[in-house]
Nanobody
Framework: QVQLIESGGGLVQAGGSLRLSCAAS????????MGWFRQAPGKEREFVTA????????YYADSVKGRFTISRDNAKNTVYLQMNSLKPEDTAVYYC?????????????????WGQGTQVTVSS
């Protein structure tokens, strides 16, 4: 069992930055690939970014490529999402998730554990 707790969300102006964190419980954090998804009001949850178990591989949605950076610190059981040049369309609840399999990381069904989410609001 893995529990995930996101933090770092908030209100920011367009063009600003935020850094989200996702802290995981348990001693097997390095066994999981990690991902971030987001869900805007009235829309389906969508893939944002993912990182492999050792951090050697990262994946990004086209909409955030070049603006968002995912990283992880296995010693701290934490995955991060640095978000720069934020746009109003980035407004959503952001969820982190943990996957046992190292493939299919852009797909929600690949993830076994999910956090409760943190709200990110970008004003224009």
């Amino acid at each position: 069992q893995v529990q995930l707790i996101e933090s770092g969300g908030g209100l920011v102006q367009a063009g600003g930055s935020l850094r989200l964190s996702c802290a995981a419980s348990g001693r097997t954090f390095s066994s999981y690939a990690m991902g971030w998804f987001r869900q805007a009001p009235g829309k389906e949850r969508e893939f944002v970014t993912a990182i492999s178990r050792n951090g050697g591989s990262t994946y990004y949605a086209d909409s955030v490529k070049g603006r968002f950076t995912i990283s992880r610190d296995n010693a701290k059981n934490t995955v991060y999402l640095q978000m720069n040049s934020l746009k109003p369309e980035d407004t959503a609840v952001y969820y982190c998730a943990a996957a046992l399999a190292p493939f299919g990381l852009t797909t929600m069904g690949s993830y076994r554990y999910w956090g409760q989410g943190t709200q990110v609001t970008v004003s224009s």
